[in-house]
Nanobody, 115 residues
Framework: QVQLVESGGGLVQPGGSLRLSCAAS????????MGWYRQAPGKQRELVAD???????NYPDSVKGRFTISRDNAKNMVYLQMNSLKPEDTAVYYC?????????WGQGTQVTVSS
């Protein structure tokens, strides 16, 4: 069974940076597409970034050039480096693992961008 645990959220001023981490248990990590999603109050969950098992990243236009996703298959870790943060980036950020019939989520970590 896959378990995902996020860390690294917090309060940051506009223009600041945060690095989120996600630790995955189980044996399928290296075969999986890993993603970061976010959900702001009253809004739907949306993709922030994902990365294939071969390390190919994908970003929506809203974060392209500001966020960077990376993974370490040896450590079963995925990271999200967030730079030039804006108030509209405020949300709960979730780690996601997808492979075959498995679609697992972490519990989320709060990111608040405010002065």
């Amino acid at each position: 069974q896959v378990q995902l645990v996020e860390s690294g959220g917090g309060l940051v001023q506009p223009g600041g940076s945060l690095r989120l981490s996600c630790a995955a248990s189980g044996s399928v990590f290296s075969l999986s597409t890993m993603g970061w999603y976010r959900q702001a109050p009253g809004k739907q969950r949306e993709l922030v970034a994902d990365i294939t098992r071969n390390g190919i990243p994908n970003y929506p236009d809203s974060v392209k050039g500001r966020f960077t996703i990376s993974r370490d298959n040896a450590k079963n870790m995925v990271y999200l480096q967030m730079n030039s943060l804006k108030p509209e980036d405020t949300a709960v950020y979730y780690c996601n693992l997808r492979v075959a019939s498995v679609n697992a989520w972490g519990q989320g970590t709060q990111v608040t961008v405010s002065s």
